[in-house]
């Protein structure tokens, strides 16, 4: 099962974010930001922003003389075996949580395994809860934004995979059940754009996702608000897209 060549595509945010890292890490005793500008060829302004997003997530650090040296989350995900994993998680949970306070909705990120939606970590709160999941939802991903979002960075092959394994079964009023309608939807959805779901899982709520693929593995974060909230969907979701950056780098380094 292939994942379609655009939706390989790293954000270039997280490329020369790794780019920067990798500066970083060769300069053991430090390196300015005027000796990273050189090195990378990053114009002034975007790096300023990156070494602030680095700086924010602990992945370098800023010594006495102004130079940068590598932080505490490169040295903890630059690490192996069960210490990487518990150091990943936690640091997408962190990240998970940044953006649900910043956004003001759940957050999920999840990923295409094993021909499965699977949502693999979570982050919500008593003001900004949880989708109910009332129907699972490995057999609702034709219902839902996370479903959707994953499914159109699939090849075509591999979404007919998926729904000759699971049906299309209407859930809702709105659920899109003609699959030949839901496959020129996922074919034609732009990369760059959120994949809404508005109360085709679940009556009362709406939903984004936004691609965030690392390795081989679709992937995707998204947000779920009531539907009293569903005039700030779009644009939550736009943030939630200039936000994710940090999230993607945690998966690819």
Not at 45 to 60: P, S
Not at 109 to 116: A, H, T, V
Not at 199 to 207: D, L, P, R
Request: aromatic share 4%.
């Amino acid at each position: 099962m292939a994942l379609k060549p655009e939706s390989t595509a790293p954000f270039h945010s997280v490329r020369h974010a790794l780019r920067v890292l990798e500066v970083v890490s060769h300069h053991t005793d430090g390196v300015t930001d005027a000796g990273i500008a050189r090195e990378t060829g990053l114009p002034p302004a975007h790096l300023a922003q990156l070494l602030r997003m680095l700086r924010r997530e602990g992945y370098i650090e800023q010594v006495t003389d102004g130079a940068y040296v590598a932080g505490t989350s490169l040295s903890l995900l630059g690490s192996s075996g069960a210490d990487r994993q518990t150091a990943v998680e936690h640091k997408l949970q962190k990240s998970l949580s940044a953006l649900r306070d910043s956004v003001g909705a759940a957050i999920y990120l999840s990923r295409y395994i094993d021909g499965e939606v699977r949502i693999t970590q979570y982050a919500d709160s008593p003001r900004t809860p949880k989708v109910n999941e009332w129907v699972d939802f490995r057999s609702a991903a034709h219902a839902m934004a996370v479903g959707k979002c994953l499914l159109t960075q699939l090849d075509h092959d591999g979404r007919r995979d998926h729904f000759s394994r699971h049906k299309t079964v209407r859930l809702t009023s709105r659920t899109t059940t003609n699959e030949k309608v839901l496959f020129r939807k996922l074919e034609s959805q732009p990369a760059t754009v959120p994949v809404l779901d508005i109360q085709e899982y679940a009556v009362g709520t709406v939903c984004a996702a936004v691609p965030i693929t690392a390795g081989r593995a679709a992937g995707c974060l998204a947000l779920s608000l009531p539907l009293e909230h569903a005039h700030r969907l779009r644009q939550a979701a736009y943030t939630l897209n200039r936000e994710a950056a940090p999230v993607l780098l945690s998966l690819t380094i």
